[in-house]
């Protein structure tokens, strides 16, 4: 896409500039894409591991996908996402910008964006934890959340629910959850009050 008399649009500057071609470093990214099943635009977040067998440092290794956001949890959640993507920096310190992307107009076209490890562990978290969450304030509240956590925080929390098999990640996102937005479905008062209070902060 580019912009009148032929200048490029500012997403593709900034993309050229800031992501396109160090993406092979980047310990996450988020990829805006389409997939046939749901709906476009959405977001995927990806993780860089090792491959199995290999000792070596993960960024040798490959972007693994560790879950995804469209639909009406994308609309809902989407601030916060933004927030904590505006935040994110490269091995220089220099802000990626990643919220720029994340409008209406720049997730028309497919990309993948480089994380760095908070934003990523965030984003990781809430990508998973609200996957068969239909409560849309409950999927809101853990977002703002763990928005909240530090950068030791989101790291620890994401690797528990990722990185020590199926059935101990599975037991781990079931009792995050609760601890971060409680269980149930429909108005809840308490959940109301504490997400009220949240927005008032962020």
Not at 60 to 66: K, M, P
Not at 118 to 134: C, D, P, S, T
Not at 144 to 167: L, N, Q
């Amino acid at each position: 896409m580019t912009a009148k008399k032929g200048r490029p649009h500012r997403h593709a500057e900034l993309y050229k500039a800031l992501h396109e071609g160090h993406l092979s470093a980047a310990p996450f990214a988020l990829r805006v894409t389409r997939h046939n099943d749901v709906p476009p635009p959405v977001l995927v977040i990806k993780e860089r591991r090792a491959r199995d067998g290999d000792e070596g440092d993960a960024r040798t290794g490959h972007l693994q996908d560790r879950g995804r956001l469209h639909g009406d949890s994308l609309r809902r959640l989407l601030p916060v996402v933004r927030a904590i993507a505006s935040r994110a920096r490269n091995e220089n310190d220099v802000p990626l910008e990643v919220d720029a992307f994340l409008s209406e107009d720049g997730m028309r076209t497919q990309r993948t964006l480089v994380l760095d490890e908070e934003a990523g562990a965030k984003l990781g978290i809430i990508f998973k934890l609200q996957e068969r969450l239909n409560d849309l304030d409950r999927s809101e509240l853990l977002s703002r959340r763990v928005a909240t956590f530090s950068r030791e925080e989101a790291v620890y929390w994401f690797s528990r629910i990722t990185h020590y098999g199926t059935v101990a990640n599975r037991w781990a996102v079931s009792g995050l959850r609760v601890m971060l937005c409680g269980q149930g479905s429909g108005q809840d008062a308490e959940v109301t009050a504490m997400l009220d209070k949240l927005r008032s902060r962020q």
